[in-house]
């Protein structure tokens, strides 16, 4: 069973730039989660969707984040502009059943 | 205060010893409890989940809650040196569907 597939796996850019996530969530997993997590932390929880239905989005900084998860499947997690401190590792995950999360490779994000 | 907190470490382990990593948590509603294990530059992976009151067993690993003190420990046996690795407690109020993460322990075995 493929896991859950993230890209890019590296991004650099320049600050105020626009940047994109890709996720694959895996085959058959309703749940899909978005996090961040800064070095030396634990993940944070950036959206939350049930099939294209985002039902938590209380942490994400809708100033500047978007996020879509068209026909129930993939989903991608948008900046725009990025700043300084929004370099950290992107991670995407799903699930079938709460709580048994299955996380994708993540994305590092660097902002220069 | 952290809704969820763990002693960052580095816990060190002689290979073969039990290790013992600690979390304890805030809200009383917490209904589920997890145990994630992240090697260095990679992503999280579940490892443990407990629901009850008491103690789980999973091979050489056990968890066990406390829900009257807020605390979930888990329990390494027989430590192996890839073992060795950052552990995610993380809690949910939800069954699991909004898990809050502390900010991980390190362990560290030695051979």
């Known amino acids: 069973e493929a896991g859950v597939v993230q890209s890019p796996r590296y991004k650099i850019i320049e600050k105020k730039q626009p940047v994109a996530f890709w996720c694959n969530p895996i085959?058959?997993?309703?749940?899909l989660y978005w996090y961040l997590q800064n070095l030396g932390q634990g993940p944070e929880l950036l959206i939350r969707y049930e099939n294209e239905e985002a039902v938590d989005d209380s942490q994400l900084p809708k100033d500047r984040f978007s996020a879509e998860r068209l026909k129930g499947v993939d989903s991608t997690l948008k900046i725009q502009p990025a700043e300084l401190g929004d370099s950290a590792v992107y991670l995407c995950?799903?699930?079938?059943?709460?709580?048994?999360?299955?996380f994708g490779p993540g994305t590092r994000l660097t902002v220069l | 205060q952290k809704e969820v907190e763990q002693n960052s470490g580095p816990l060190s382990v002689p290979e073969g010893a039990i290790a013992s990593l600690n979390c304890t948590y805030s809200d009383r509603g917490s209904q589920s409890f997890f145990w994630y294990r992240q090697y260095s530059g990679k992503s999280p992976e579940l490892i443990m989940f407990?629901?009850?009151?008491g103690d789980k067993e999973d091979g050489r690993f056990t968890a066990q809650l406390n829900k009257a003190s807020q605390y979930v420990s888990l329990l390494i046996r027989d430590s192996q040196p890839s073992d060795s690795a950052t552990y995610l407690c993380?809690?949910?109020?939800?069954?699991?569907?909004?898990?809050?993460f502390g900010a991980g322990t390190i362990l560290r075995v030695k051979s």
């Open positions: 993380a809690v949910s109020s939800e069954y699991g569907n909004k898990l809050v």
């Open positions: 995950a799903s699930s079938q059943n709460p709580g048994e999360q299955f």
């Open positions: 407990i629901y009850s009151n």
């Open positions: 085959s058959g997993h309703n749940t």
